[in-house]
């Protein structure tokens, strides 16, 4: 009883922070774009794959998650792992099908993809759990292990309990994808995930490159949260070609706070309240069409849109069928999960 009442006066002083101290960056500047329908229909496949990662090894491993997987039909799973409670759900497989562009809001790092593609994704987890254990105080930005991510400075920091979720499953992703690599000839990968997932994404995302000379990455996140520091966020800005999804006054994209050091890298694209999308340049934009000016604080912030929808796709936290979201009041605030 003790554990989730101090997680909940940590939120509190978290969030009064937020209110209370000055906002030293800005960055609103530069070129707002506003995607056509066929721009942002581009993402649903790898919105599917995202949702698709909450299911079981079981259900993966053979592709039999039913609609979700049957979005994405001609996917050839290579290997799916986890457990879903110590150890998130993971899946890596080869799609021949995934010939779009692409669109990243930062200039030159629009990639077209081949007609096939690596698929690396990772399972989120509910909003009711993850928003716990990023406010709670005891985590703070912390060096990455030098055996997983050798030559990065140590200035390079990141939360510690996604360096560890990321660490668990390092070696059995990484052997997956140089298999599937090498089976389908192909150097073209692609990194997905939802909530939790994104993060264990991105970290991987910086991770593959480093041990697999010519991978040609890129990725995909949906609702994710803060990972690193202000050096690991110039990091992925200058290293991963990342395209960033935030939904409406969603709470977890707003978290860790900025006032434990933590930064969102740039690349991100927000999605309105009459569903269009927006990219919005620089890092952490505080303008009222990006994630931080939407959703202002945890305090104004919502849980229900964390699940989306995502171009008319809703992510939920269980393995879901299509369409499928979680029965949450689409008034509750974050503060109503403790």
Known sequence: ?????????????????????????????GTFSTLSAPDADVFKPFTFFASAAYCSPDKTKDWSCGTI????????????????VDVQFWFVGFDPDLSVRVFCPIPGLAAELNTQSVVVAHQGTDPSKIVPLLTDADFFPEELDSGLFPGLSGDIKVHNGFRDSQA????????????????????????VGHSL????????AVFLPLHIPGIDLEMIGYGMPRVGN???????????????????????????GRFLGFHHPSSE?????????????GQDNTDSRCSVGDAKNVLTAKVSDHHG???????DSNCPSLGQIDSVDEDQEVRTQF
């Open 168 to 191: 668990e499953t390092s070696q059995d992703v990484l052997a997956a994808v140089q298999q599937t690599m090498q089976t389908h000839n192909t150097s073209k990968v692609m990194v």
């Open 309 to 315: 929808p995502y171009a008319g796709i809703s992510i």
């Open 197 to 204: 997932g994104g993060a264990i994404g991105l970290l991987n």
């Open 69 to 84: 997987c049957d979005a994405n039909p001609n996917f050839q799973p290579t290997a799916s792992g986890g457990d879903g």
């Open 269 to 281: 694209i927000h999605i309105q309240d009459d569903g269009s999308f927006v990219s919005c340049p």
């Open 230 to 256: 202000q050096e690991f966020a110039d990091y992925v800005d200058a290293n991963v070609k990342l395209t960033r999804i935030t939904n409406k006054k969603d709470v977890v994209p707003i978290i860790p």
């Open 1 to 29: 009883m003790a554990r989730p009442l101090l997680q909940f006066i940590t939120l509190l002083f978290g969030a009064s922070t937020i209110i209370a101290a000055p906002v030293t960056l800005v960055q609103r500047q």
